[in-house]
């Protein structure tokens, strides 16, 4: 219905309104009252009256406008006013309902016949329906019927097409299995192509690889190396796959053969760049090494005799172009020639050692390069320190054969030095040049080297010489003969012009004295020292000994002070180095002999000069029988006047100094022989005084005969005078 449910409707008269008519005490107004009173809120009763008033709703024809629409919808509204008026409604309304009312019947009849006929409508409607399903479902079942004919057709036609695919199945399955036989063959047969593949790839040479070994046209280098190292490389693999085997395979055989033919071709080649190289290090005058040939020299020690081969050829061109070049040097040097300064021995032999040391030295670092030898960094000066293996062995040979060519040259121009020089110092000088480059050639080539052994002989022979001359010099001093008329008692100038040829000797060896880190053995050199020592100085003291006999003649007081001056001077020559102190001590015990002989002399001197020498005489040689005072020399009076000389001599001044001491050069000696006297001279007063005073020899007031002069008979008082207080009276030296 248009009108809302929650909205009562009222029967009003249209009459009065004010006013209950008779209407209202009618018993269907009082039920339509209380029907239409009741509240329709449920759901239930909203859907039912929504039903109902579609059932008997108009529908308007397609042609109707909109208002006629409105006029319906108007119509509608008016026929719930008449549902609800009931005085106005007929029966023919009501039944016909809202259909007849719209369609222009009465509206009491539409009312009343909707009442009337609502069951049979509802049933009319739902038959209605139900009719519609059937004549639906009935098109729905012949629908299905024919579908069920496609399905069947459908089913026969899969049937068909099933039967015909497993036939094909059938068909097919053998040739499945063997297309999936051939496919296993396939991926078998790509396997084995595979390691056929990497087993060629690894096992042979491509074409590449085998020219790279074989013809001359492709140069040495990376790709022939690389080459090289995958054939040895094939080799080993194959004696590694060969070990495991009972007995070697073919294809190893086949294998190890066509690799050693390539491979003794490429050792080949290598064999004739490298000469070809060698060949070439005569030429330049730098000595450069490719990496390249440093190469080929690494991998030709796995053949030896091809190695030695190409290196004889280098060990000739290096030692044609080593003469060719030290002769260059001498003759046509640069800045100057190297005899230029024949002159000077000492510089042409330097100078021509100096060369081939240099030459000695940049063949070590040709080598070591050549031969890829990494050394430790040494300190400048430091001995070189050998390296063990092969390399050392080859390049020892080599630099021998290089070498070689100057040895002669060498060895007569320096033994003609040597044997033309005078002086012995120069000729030291040079034997001592000549070991040095001995030993240093020694260790950088090897004692057994031809040059070694070249240095070692002229070595030898100049040492020869050196000695030879010194001896002759020892011989010539001694038939020295001094000059009657020279009256000093100085070292002679032949034994200054022998000492200072010592002198320098000494210096010498002093500065090249082998330190502790080289191989000098320490016992060859004392004994040269020793022989040096001996040769030169012993000549000198047999010539001062035989000259002091000379001085002699004059004064024998001359002989003792001029040895004294001879030797002493000589242990001067000779003090500043250590590796003198044997010849030293030996000259020190002569001169200790020589400094007691000249104390008793002075001694003695001094007695005489006192006038005591007497008196002490008598003192010392009496017999035990003998009184003393009854002796000539020691009489009372004898022994007054020898005290009053005696006193006399402390006054003066050979108390502090001795004039014969005087041209004793050495003032430590000097002072020493003279204290030596005095004390002495002390312990020969006391010896008087104690044996003036003893009663046996019946001396009368001894004190009076002592006391008359100095020193008093107090020898405390004569130590003070002569300086010699509280020192021992017997000490000589």
């Known amino acids: 219905m248009a009108t809302s449910p929650s909205r009562p409707y009222t029967l009003i008269s249209r009459t009065n309104a004010g006013t209950p008519t008779p209407l209202a005490r009618n018993p269907v107004t ?32 397609p042609s109707v406008k909109g208002k006629e629409v409105h006029r319906a919808r108007e119509a509608e509204d008016d026929f719930e006013a008449l549902l609800l008026d009931g005085d106005h409604a007929d029966e023919h309304d009501i039944e016909h309902g809202i259909p007849g009312f719209l369609n222009g019947a009465p509206p009491g009849e539409t009312a009343a016949r909707a009442r009337k006929n609502l069951r049979r409508d509802i049933e009319t409607k739902l038959a209605e329906g139900s009719q519609k399903f059937l004549s639906a479902f009935g098109e729905v079942d012949r629908k299905l019927d024919a579908l069920q004919e496609h399905i069947s057709a459908m089913r026969l036609r899969c049937d068909e097409a099933e039967t015909q695919l497993q036939s094909t199945n059938d068909a097919c399955r053998s040739l499945l299995d063997r297309a999936g036989s051939l496919r296993e063959q396939r991926q078998d047969i790509n396997r084995k192509q595979s390691i056929v593949h990497l087993f060629l790839e690894r096992f042979t040479l491509d074409e590449s690889e085998i020219e790279a070994l074989t013809s001359g046209e492709v140069p040495v280098g990376s790709r022939f190396f690389a080459a090289m190292d995958k054939t040895q490389r094939i080799r080993e693999d194959c ?22 033919g390539h491979l003794e071709k490429g050792y080949d080649k290598l064999f004739r760049y490298s000469t070809f190289e060698f060949r070439q290090m005569g030429r330049d005058a730098q000595l450069d090494v490719s990496n390249t040939l440093i190469e080929a020299v690494r991998r030709l020690r796995q053949r030896p005799e091809l190695l030695s081969e190409a290196l004889s050829t280098l060990s000739q061109t290096r030692q044609s172009a080593l003469v060719s070049a030290f002769q260059n040097a001498l003759t046509r040097g640069h800045p100057r020639p190297i005899e230029l300064h024949a002159h000077d021995a000492l510089r042409y032999v330097g100078d021509m050692l100096a060369w081939i040391h240099q030459a000695v030295a940049a063949e070590r670092e040709f080598l070591e390069a050549l031969f ?12 070189r320190q050998q390296v063990k293996g092969d390399e050392e062995g080859w390049m020892a040979a080599l630099m021998d054969g290089a070498l070689a060519g100057i040895c002669a040259p060498l060895r007569g121009r320096v033994l003609q030095t040597v044997r033309a ?56 001093l001694i038939r020295t003969t001094l000059d009657p008329s020279d009256a000093s008692l100085t070292p002679p100038t032949a034994l200054l ?55 002699g003649q004059r004064a024998v007081w001359d002989r003792g002070v001029f040895v004294l001056n001879c030797l002493t001077y000589l242990v001067g020559v000779l003090e500043p180095y250590e590796f003198t102190k ?59 006047a020898a005290l009053a000389h005696f006193a006399t001599w402390l006054s003066g001044l050979e108390v502090v100094h001795a004039p014969r001491l005087a041209l004793l050069q050495h003032a430590a000696l000097n002072a020493r022989i003279h204290r030596a006297a005095l004390r002495r001279l002390a312990k020969a007063y006391a010896r008087v005084c104690e044996e003036v005073r003893r009663p046996e020899n019946r001396y009368e007031a001894p004190g009076t005969l002592l006391g008359g002069e100095r020193p008093f008979g107090r020898v405390g008082v004569l130590e003070q005078i002569l300086g010699v207080e509280g020192e021992d009276a017997g000490e000589v030296s």
């Open 421 to 476: 020089q005078e002086r012995s110092g120069t000729a030291y000088k040079v034997a001592n040049l000549l070991q040095f480059y001995a030993v240093t050639m020694g260790r950088t080539i090897g004692e057994q080297a031809l040059l070694s052994t070249t240095l070692k002989e002229i070595t030898d022979v100049s040492y020869k010489v050196f000695f030879d001359a010194i001896e002759a010099q020892g011989r010539a």
């Open 239 to 260: 004696r590694v796959l060969m070990a495991g085997e009972e007995k070697p395979s073919q294809a190893g055989l086949d294998i190890m053969a066509s690799t050693s």
């Open 582 to 640: 044997e010849k030293r001590e030996e000259l020190g015990k002569l001169v200790e002999e020589r400094v007691r002989d000249l104390t008793e002399e002075h001694y003695q001197t001094i007695l005489h000069d006192t006038a005591l020498y007497d008196v002490v005489q008598a003192c010392e040689n009496r017999q035990p029988s003998d009184i003393l005072s009854h002796l000539p020399a020691t009489q009372p009076s004898a022994l007054t």
């Open 30 to 61: 009082v039920r339509l009252y209380k029907v239409l009173g009741a509240a329709f809120d449920d759901d239930a009763t909203k859907d039912a009256l929504t039903t109902l008033s579609e059932l008997y709703a108009a529908v308007p024809p």
């Open 372 to 383: 890829a030898v990494q050394r430790p960094k040494r300190m400048v000066g430091a001995v």
């Open 497 to 551: 012009d022998h000492a200072q040829t010592l002198r320098d000797i000494l210096a010498l060896h002093a500065t090249s004295e082998p330190t502790n880190d080289e191989t000098v053995d320490a016992a060859a050199d004392a004994a040269q020292v020793r022989r040096i020592l001996d040769t030169m100085v012993d000549p000198a003291v047999e010539m001062c000994i035989a000259a002091s006999e000379e001085k």
